[in-house]
């Protein structure tokens, strides 16, 4: 049996049947090392049980454990390493960009499909060379090619692609800083990907006072789940699923140089620039207009 393929045909199937959810039901903890053992041992039926819960049934996943929590180390080097060495800037998705950071304040964040206040560290896999940048990506993937087979890709899967193929993967550190970084209620696309993941690399009563990760229970509802996040978990949920990110102790001076705040890696497989009418995540909150 192919189990990436088989994976693909339930999706498939579920997606013709049912609507897309859009608000969560339920928010269910899961250690990572047991959807990797299922998977491992290719488990179908536990992985169909579980692709159902999170599409039919609505339920998203705290998945504990998916890093190393001295991943934290690692990317609060690599974002000192860029704010010292690069200056804040942008390059579209077409083969050869760089690695690159950007501060997006409510300015910049205009020129975005979704309202963010955040500082973005970017990295494409043709640019790891440096020990860093390779514990980045190794931290994460051990991680993301499980989801990546989860959302019915097979696990390596366009990690090696670069821009003129269409598809790319991309890692993203972001610091959300106190003093008000978030981002306002959005669905991201499920074409490359079904199923989002991230990765919790700040502990909120520690880091942060106040804000952090929700789901929208409806129209105007949400959970903040931060309080049952630790550093090194993952949050993973079928993408139509509306979230964000509170305020991060607004009532502070943001300071885009400090590093206070909550940190996150984000992974996801975008479409690169050089695809026609790509798909991008979409704003519920009518910010950008
Ligand atoms: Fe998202």
Redesign the pocket.
């Known amino acids: 049996m192919n189990l990436p393929n088989e994976i693909n045909k339930y999706w498939n199937y579920l997606e013709e049947k049912y609507p897309s959810p859009r608000y969560v039901k339920k928010v269910k903890k899961l250690n990572f090392s047991k959807l990797k053992k299922e998977i491992d041992n290719k488990n179908y039926k536990y992985i169909k049980k579980l692709i159902r819960k999170m599409f039919v049934e609505k339920e998203a996943y705290i998945l504990k454990n998916s890093a190393d929590k001295n991943l934290k180390n690692t990317i609060i080097q690599l974002a000192n390493y860029y704010k010292k060495n690069k200056k804040t800037s942008f390059y579209k998705m077409i083969d050869g960009v760089p690695n690159f950071h950007r501060v997006i304040d409510k300015n910049i964040t205009k020129k975005y499909s979704?309202f963010a206040i955040k500082h973005s560290f970017y990295f494409y896999n043709w640019n790891i060379k440096t020990k860093l940048e390779k514990k980045l990506k190794d931290g994460v993937y051990k991680h993301w090619r499980y989801v990546k087979l989860l959302a019915g890709n097979s696990k390596k899967k366009y990690e090696n692609n670069i821009p003129s193929d269409g598809q790319i993967d991309r890692l993203q550190i972001v610091r959300y800083p106190a003093g008000g970084g978030e981002?306002r209620d959005?669905?991201?696309p499920r074409k490359n990907q079904r199923v989002?993941s991230?990765i919790i690399m700040s502990k909120v009563g520690i880091d942060f006072k106040n804000g952090g990760f929700y789901f929208k229970s409806s129209k105007n509802k949400k959970i903040n789940i931060e309080k049952n996040l630790d550093e090194g978990d993952a949050v993973i949920f079928y993408?139509s699923i509306a979230?964000?990110v509170d305020k991060v102790d607004p009532d502070e001076k943001l300071i885009w140089n400090s590093n206070k705040g909550r940190w996150f890696i984000g992974m996801f497989v975008n479409d690169s620039d050089l695809v026609k009418n790509r798909i991008t995540?979409k704003d519920l909150t009518g910010s950008l207009k």
Request: net charge negative; charged share 10%; proline share 0%.
């Open positions: 979704l981002l959005h669905v991201d989002v991230g993408g979230h964000g995540a």
